[in-house]
């Protein structure tokens, strides 16, 4: 099988080779970037199959934004993984509205690291069995499972990769609760539960963008969320 190939734009050295020798222990090619205008390069020329970004690089505080916004858009379904220092909802939020996917501190372990990584692949290769289930209709909800877009009152909702499957997850079974827990692995993320909140938020601001009523999406206190029947 062939090796996935991650890139890792990092311009801490020693975090960089600790990394790099970790994923390359466990089977993955892997490239790795210290500045900002070297990523710009390489990725308008090159396609891996994931990329770990540290928000920060050298004097721009927002440079892992920067770049996690034009590889979002050369690719809806590129695996982002956000990886920062800086750990204020303020960024998660900026980073999950960029289109990131994931969102890690520096701090975390590298079996975490290993996991968070192995589990956007899993999404991956799930995105691509599911093509024999063509579509999926709820009220005025049409999920197009294919091309992982969504529909709402015949209106493109532009939901990221996570989004779309958190948004599946809980309109596939309408009016049962789906926990946090089941949302994560729905959507292959190992977030906590203040990111879970903030991918929830963002889906009701985008389809109130298209329908200020909107209000399909229930809260259930200390359980979770479900979609009304």
């Known amino acids: 099988m062939k090796q996935k190939h ?22 993955y090619q892997v490239t790795g970037i210290s500045q900002q205008n070297q990523a710009v390069q390489y990725f308008s020329n090159n396609k891996p199959d994931l990329v770990i970004l540290d ?20 690719s809806a379904t590129l695996p982002i993984l956000m990886l920062t220092a800086r750990d204020d909802e303020i960024d998660v939020v900026s980073g999950l509205r960029l289109g990131a996917d994931d969102y890690l501190s520096k701090d975390i372990s590298m079996p975490h690291l290993l996991a968070r990584v192995a589990g956007l692949f899993r999404r991956q290769k799930a995105t691509e069995s599911i093509k024999q289930t063509n579509q ?41 609760v789906k926990t946090r827990e089941q949302l994560m692995n729905d959507a292959n993320v190992y977030v906590d539960d203040s ?14 963008k298209i329908d200020q009523n909107f209000n399909q999406i229930d809260t259930v206190h200390g359980m979770g969320y479900r979609w009304k029947p």
């Open 6 to 27: 991650i890139v890792i734009v990092e311009d801490e050295q020693d975090l960089m080779a600790n990394y790099q020798a970790t994923l390359e222990k466990h089977g």
């Open 55 to 74: 928000v920060g690089l050298g004097s721009n505080p927002d440079a892992g934004f920067e770049i996690c916004q034009m590889l979002r858009q050369q």
């Open 136 to 176: 999926i209709s709820q009220g005025d909800l049409k999920i197009m499972v294919d091309n992982l877009q969504v529909y709402w009152k015949g209106e493109l909702i532009d939901l990221t990769v996570t989004e779309f499957w958190m948004v599946q997850s809980l309109a596939r079974y309408p009016g049962q």
């Open 195 to 208: 990111t879970i909140t903030s991918h929830i938020k963002r889906i009701r601001k985008k389809f109130q």
